[in-house]
């Protein structure tokens, strides 16, 4: 035969590996068809490929051309055996070659898969492990093209909060900046958004591993941590729980004591709406209330109340607390 095997081989493996570039598909195919033996060719390669399927779910190449060939045996009619053998020989032969070159030839990692989020809303994506991401606004995520084959790696830009499913055998990687969090199955929180000097992560159960520049440090439920971004530097932190840190995931806040000045930055940040002060005077304002899930305008006019304060949204959307101090 008077064609190049290893170029034949090659477009074969490429076929076999589900490439359908009619460029392939057309060489291949008229290589077929110039002559009978090469259609068998085609056809032994193939049937050695189906006999061995796990080969092509591992990235590392281990086949036995020996038992493959004694499974082609076992297919072929008697009475077909000594031609159709001849071209098995050389198909076993050339498998090293065949697969090898799927390996080469197959299609590259998918691309990355970006989720991302506009000034305005925030996003609740369920990614294919079963794991639940919240994205706040001004924020995005770039899921790793081979997510959930070995592991599921993902960078984030901004804030999110993530509901890991667990599987201990596929870990759950966050990059952020030269920080790695890895989780097998835990919810926390991401904050690379909030200050330009740090990079907050709460847990709220479950366990992380923060590692970074060769330090690591593991946080379990109700914990926290800040990464420096000028010294690379990781260190734990005390939890507020008047920070109210999922509030732009579930609206819902807890204010014991809290300057009005803190409570109208916190709810500008959940609802990503200007929330002001008119009178400088009111920033120090303590004040002790919850609200769960309620419209911005909602909770702004229980404050207003609460301090005899007027309320007023302005023609761009955002709000005006005024009013006396309350100390007065």
Known sequence: MENNYEHIDALIARRLGGETDADLVRELDAWRNTAP????YYQQMLQIWEVGPQIREHSTLHFDTETALASVKNRIHPRRRPVVLRMALRAAAALALLLAAYWWFRPGPAA??????????????TLTDGSV??????????????FNERERRMRLHGEAYFEVAPNPEKPFVVEVERLEIKVLGTAFNVDNLSSPDKVQINVTHGRVQLSSNG???VLTANQAAEYDR?????????????ANILAYKT???????????LVTQQL???YGVPVKLGNPALRNCPLSANYNNLPLNRALQLIADSFSLTLEQKPDGSYLLNGSSCEE
């Open 230 to 242: 000028q010294s690379g530097q990781l260190s734990m932190k005390q939890v507020d729980p008047g």
């Open 37 to 40: 033996e090469n259609e068998r």
């Open 133 to 146: 991401v919240t994205l706040n606004r001004n924020s995005a995520l770039a899921v790793s093209g081979g």
């Open 268 to 270: 500008e940040q959940a």
């Open 215 to 217: 330090q690591n440090l």
């Open 112 to 125: 990355p898969q970006e989720i991302a989020t506009t000034a305005t809303n925030t996003l609740s994506d």
């Open 251 to 261: 609206k819902q806040f807890r204010f014991e004591g809290t300057r009005l000045e």
